[in-house]
């Protein structure tokens, strides 16, 4: 299983990014996915996360402010963030929680993307 994240870069303080993820490989079905963030010398945060059913959740620091939504059939996650500020600024981990075709089973693992670089200039 690979997630691949794109859609990282640089922005002024109020502008917009938008991030995405895909998963690929070995896969049966996707149940929670999400994104994460760390911050230079910061432990790595949730920023969001979404069910496979589309119910979503957030950080405080994001709501209002922060979209996560997902493609169940190209098995994708994005996260639109607008009204960015530099305590935005991290590097963002997309994860999904994964059901794999074989070995039959019944307990997901989780797997992480290789993180994507996000900077808000002030």
């Known amino acids: 299983v690979q997630l691949q994240a794109s859609g990282g870069g640089l922005v002024q303080a109020g502008g917009s990014l938008s991030l995405s993820c895909a998963a690929s490989?070995?896969?049966?079905?996707?149940?929670?996915m999400g994104w994460y963030r760390q911050a230079p010398g910061k432990q790595r945060d949730v920023v969001a996360s979404?069910?496979?059913?589309?119910?979503?959740s957030y950080a405080d620091s994001v709501k209002g402010r922060f979209t996560i939504s997902r493609d169940n059939a190209k098995n994708t996650v994005y996260l639109q963030m607008n009204g960015l500020n530099s305590e935005d600024t991290g590097v963002y981990y997309c994860?999904?929680?994964?059901?794999?075709?074989?070995?039959?089973?019944?307990?997901?693992?989780?797997?992480w993307g290789q993180g994507t670089q996000v900077t808000v200039s002030s």
């Open positions: 490989g070995n896969i049966f079905s996707i149940d929670d």
């Open positions: 994860y999904a929680a994964i059901l794999p075709r074989w070995p039959i089973t019944t307990e997901t693992k989780e797997y």
């Open positions: 979404i069910t496979r059913g589309g119910s979503a």
